[in-house]
């Protein structure tokens, strides 16, 4: 996790953008951190609706990996996005493509449920099948 200093007004898809584009940059050099989101991976498109968050990355975000790490790309993802609202429902794309049975995430074929939770995701992928 990186802390982000923000306005106290900053409204939620302006900080959430924001959030992205620091998680999208990667770790800093000098750290030990690691991120399981490609390179080049790039934010697309953020909107917040009452229905929840709905993110659309670049065909990067795809790329490589096996499901560990689509598993793992997908957590910095949701919980990013549910940084200001740990129950709020994510809704992830692709070039504009929804994350689905039909479209899976990946050559392992990650099929995600929607709306992502934190709540259903730690249903759906256990942290002990994570290591």
């Given at each position: 996790p990186q802390l982000l200093s923000l306005a106290t007004d900053t409204d939620t898809e302006t900080a959430l953008k924001a959030a992205f584009e620091t998680l999208l940059t990667?770790?800093?050099?000098?750290?030990d951190d690691y991120t399981a989101i490609p390179e080049e991976t790039q934010l697309r498109s953020l909107k917040v609706t009452s229905a929840g968050i709905y993110l659309d990355l670049?065909?990067?975000?795809?790329?490589?990996?096996?499901s560990s790490a689509m598993t793992g790309?997908?957590?910095?993802?949701l919980y990013t996005a549910t940084s200001r609202?740990?129950?709020t429902g994510v809704f992830l794309s692709v070039e504009g493509q929804p994350l689905n049975?039909?479209?899976?995430?990946g050559g392992e074929g990650l099929v995600?449920?929607?709306?992502?939770?934190r709540d259903q995701f730690v249903k759906d992928f256990p942290p002990h099948l994570l290591k």
């Open positions: 990667g770790p800093k050099a000098e750290t670049s065909s990067e975000f795809s790329q490589g990996g096996g790309r997908v957590a910095q993802v609202d740990p129950d049975e039909s479209n899976p995430l995600l449920t929607y709306p992502l939770t």
